[in-house]
């Protein structure tokens, strides 16, 4: 077993250690959340679907863009550090083992955008050259 | 678990009409997924594995639908239902049971709930999200190791630790039923005289658990995609109306890495059952995916039995490790697998199995039975049972 975890964690060492490119995508909410920022670990566990709730206690509401998108790929690369069909089959074993459905998935930025402005707990990811509304604003998403 | 009969079918979908009528779902809160698996297999001699037979076998093919209603944020129902078209169909109630979340840290769970236990038993069914068409049979094979779904109550839920750590945990206690398919134990033990040869089964059975309690920790590691972690439960399988006797109790320690081109799990299972045996299972998996839809996989499988030793009193040929029933106990398997995904959701994979032993790759229980026989009487050192087994099996396997 030693032998395994040794390897698998060399392994994962190899494979995180990819430099990161400048980020191509801005995280948005609702103009009406009061949040700001989320760290990058809070980011993931809420497209985990493992912290449910704003820290001002409304319910999230997650949304992703398609599964061939080019800024899907990268935030699920960035953030999730997994790429799109390794989430796909994360989100297969949680479904199916009863403990969770997949986030929402839009087919458009537009239609995240319009997503995001109609929900105000949802949360949601453009490219960084999306046009937004005054009814969503961008987050900051730190270390 | 298979029910032979449509009831539960109507239960679900009973279940799943009052809960929408009552309570006001609407096809806007719920969500229906399933899956489905057919397999094709062949071995070089008559041994069978994974469906797989002496002249070739298409008969292996699954489906099931899963509903999950949300009454409201804290509140969901799920139901799973599955229809096995191997020979006559069956169908059987994998789970339904309701969830409250009263926090990400703690959910309350209760009904027929899939079992915590492992990597693979809560999704045994859905193959398209493993590398190979069934899961390592060590752990996950007709032993009676797993129970697929716990009747009673349970909590769950992730809690953070520190340094980008998190635990998932599961606790639950009630009841469990724990498939089973064991000619080749009930024939090990004719061997050592502690019951007749008309007593080696024929057919799944189920062993029915009470006075269960279990539960499983994931420590998710600060690398993305990797995760550790321990299963275990114990009950009282009631065949034994003595106490202490009858007792069931299972640990599997998991460990798994699952990020982008690279799949690696392994696990090791020991299970006991105190009037008699105890089984001992690991398992390395990977997999590796290639350019396009391709994928490499490989597995390295490994399970070994242990019987209580002949019945006292009983007269040669009896015997304590009977050597005509060895292979009997002992599985050793390596495997190499070619996948092609269409999507994440449809895959056809090929695999070659090469196995060592009769624990998972033996013959009908007719012929098992029929050869042991003539071994027996005979007086025979040797098993006459082919010990190693080359199996290729082909399948395709989707979920939606």
């Not at chain 2, 890495?257 to 001992?280: C, K, M, P, T, V």
Request: proline content about 5%; some cysteine; hydrophobic content about 35%.
């Amino acid at each position: 077993m030693r032998k395994i975890l040794t390897f698998a964690f060399c392994l994962a060492a190899l494979v995180g250690a990819a430099p990161a490119g400048a980020q191509q995508f801005r995280v948005i909410v609702n103009a009406a959340n009061p949040t700001s920022a989320l760290s990058k670990d809070d980011l993931a566990r809420v497209y985990l679907k493992k912290m449910s709730s704003w820290k001002h206690g409304q319910s999230v509401t997650v949304v992703d863009l398609g599964p061939k998108s080019a800024v899907r790929a990268e935030f699920s690369m960035e953030v999730l550090g997994r790429d799109v069909p390794t989430m796909k089959n994360y989100w297969q074993q949680s479904l199916f083992s009863g403990r969770g459905v997949p986030p929402i998935e839009q087919p458009s930025e537009a239609q995240v955008v319009a997503f995001v402005a109609a929900n105000p707990g949802a949360i949601g990811y453009v490219s960084s050259s999306a046009q937004l509304p005054e009814s969503v604003k961008t987050i900051s998403v730190t270390r | 678990m298979r029910s032979h009969n449509v009831r539960n079918l109507a239960i679900a979908m009973a279940l799943s009409a009052a809960t929408a009528g009552a309570q006001g779902l609407t096809p806007q809160n719920v969500e229906m997924h399933g899956f489905g698996s057919w397999n094709s297999g062949a071995t070089n001699n008559e041994n069978l594995y994974l469906g797989g037979m002496n002249r070739g076998s298409s008969r292996n093919a699954n489906a099931g639908f899963t509903l999950t209603g949300h009454m409201d944020e804290k509140l969901s129902f799920t139901t799973q239902v599955q229809f096995d078209f191997t020979g006559l169909t069956q169908t059987s109630l994998d789970y339904v049971f309701a969830q409250y979340d009263f926090h990400d840290a703690l959910k309350l769970r209760a009904g027929q709930v899939k079992q915590p236990f492992g990597l693979y038993t809560e999704t045994i069914d859905v193959g398209v999200i493993r590398p190979f068409l069934s899961a390592p049979q060590s752990v996950y094979g007709p032993t009676a190791n797993i129970g697929e779904a716990y009747r009673g109550i349970g909590f769950t839920g992730n809690v953070r630790m520190f340094s980008g750590m998190s635990l998932d945990y599961d606790v639950y206690g009630g009841g469990l039923n724990r498939e089973e398919y064991e000619p080749t134990l009930d024939a090990y033990r004719v061997m050592q005289g502690r019951r007749p040869f008309s007593a080696v089964s024929d057919g799944v059975g189920t062993e029915i658990t009470d006075q269960l309690y279990g539960g499983r920790v994931m420590v998710n590691l600060p690398f993305d995609g990797m995760r550790l972690g321990a299963s275990g439960y114990h009950g009282n399988t009631n065949e034994q109306p003595i106490p202490g006797r009858g007792d069931v109790q299972a640990v599997i320690y998991s460990f798994e890495y699952a990020a982008n081109r690279i799949g690696f799990r392994s696990e090791a299972l020991r299970e006991w059952e105190s009037d008699h045996d105890r089984q001992n299972g690991w398992y390395y998996e990977g997999s590796y995916r290639l350019f396009g839809g391709w994928q490499l996989a490989g597995l390295f499988d490994r399970a070994s039995t242990h019987l209580k030793g002949k019945k006292p009193g009983c007269a040669a040929p009896c015997s304590d490790r009977p050597v005509i029933g060895e292979s009997l106990l002992e599985h050793k398997e390596y495997a190499a697998g070619l996948n092609y995904y269409f999507s994440p959701s449809f895959a056809m994979k090929a695999s070659y199995h090469y196995i060592e032993g009769n624990r998972f790759a033996q013959p009908s229980r007719d012929d098992l039975v029929a050869q042991l026989q003539a071994a027996y009487t005979s007086g025979a050192t040797t098993s006459p049972l082919p010990k190693y087994t080359n199996a290729v099996l082909l399948g395709a396997q989707f979920s939606f």
